[in-house]
């Protein structure tokens, strides 16, 4: 007899949780074993409860599913994710694949193909809702993952800076979050803007966008 496939749901949306539960219960092979309304809550509960999927929405508060995404195909490779979101953007897909995601749902796509998207995943293979499949080639997954992308190269710091930046954060408020000097962060703000080849935080916002550190919600 087939275990029930254990699975967490990650979206800030109370409602949006529950019409999920109430799809996946319907399944006889599924089991939620767990539900998150933020990144860092998802991350928590993968490590502690060892899911075999999760459904992650990409716009949440603080650490957001992309870059939640991200971590948890570093530390934690087995588990298939399949993001679910209302963006059909070209760029958030290719995103989402190369942090490593199985499957990209959209979130007005019938129920019938949430099913699909979850037996496809556990096959190892990648999913995309049909409305996306155009001008995304599944083929081209395999080099974006093995891009050494500009973005991988930053450091972690670099990489919170950048966040804040884009965000909209001022020096002064970076500093005090990051106990940093205002000095220490406008010279990661220059080096940054130098590595990157980027110099206005227009461009910088634009980038942290393409490269999964915020959205544009």
């Known amino acids: 007899m087939r275990l029930p496939v254990k699975v967490i749901l990650a979206d800030d949306h109370t409602l949006v949780r529950a019409g999920l539960r109430k799809l996946l219960e319907a399944m006889c092979h599924v089991e939620v074993i767990g539900e998150a309304a933020d990144g860092t809550a998802v991350l928590e509960m993968a ?8 459904l992650m929405d990409i716009a949440m508060p603080g650490v957001n599913g992309l870059e939640a995404t991200m971590r948890l195909k570093q530390d934690l490779p087995h588990i298939q ?11 958030y ?8 995601a199985a499957a990209y749902l959209l979130k007005d796509a ?6 699909l998207a979850i037996n496809t995943v556990l096959k190892n293979e990648i999913y995309l809702s049909p409305a996306i ?5 599944v083929d081209y997954v395999q080099r974006l993952r093995s891009e050494n992308a500009v973005d991988e190269v930053l450091t972690p710091r670099q990489r919170e800076v950048l966040k804040m930046l884009a965000q909209g954060q001022s020096s002064k408020e970076i500093a005090r979050l990051l106990t940093l000097s205002i000095k220490t962060v406008d010279t990661h703000r220059s080096q940054l803007m ?24």
Not at 47 to 54: D, G
Not at 93 to 100: C, E, M, N, S, Y
């Open 47 to 54: 490590h502690r409860l060892q899911p075999e999927i999760i």
């Open 81 to 91: 994710i399949i993001i679910l979101s209302m963006h059909q953007n070209e760029e």
């Open 93 to 100: 897909v290719k995103q989402a694949l190369r942090h490593g």
């Open 110 to 115: 019938a129920t019938t193909e949430l099913e």
């Open 133 to 137: 499949t155009k001008g995304v080639m």
């Open 194 to 217: 130098k590595q990157l080849d980027i110099h206005e935080v227009t461009g910088l916002v634009r980038y942290a966008i393409r490269v999964g550190l915020i959205t544009s919600d």
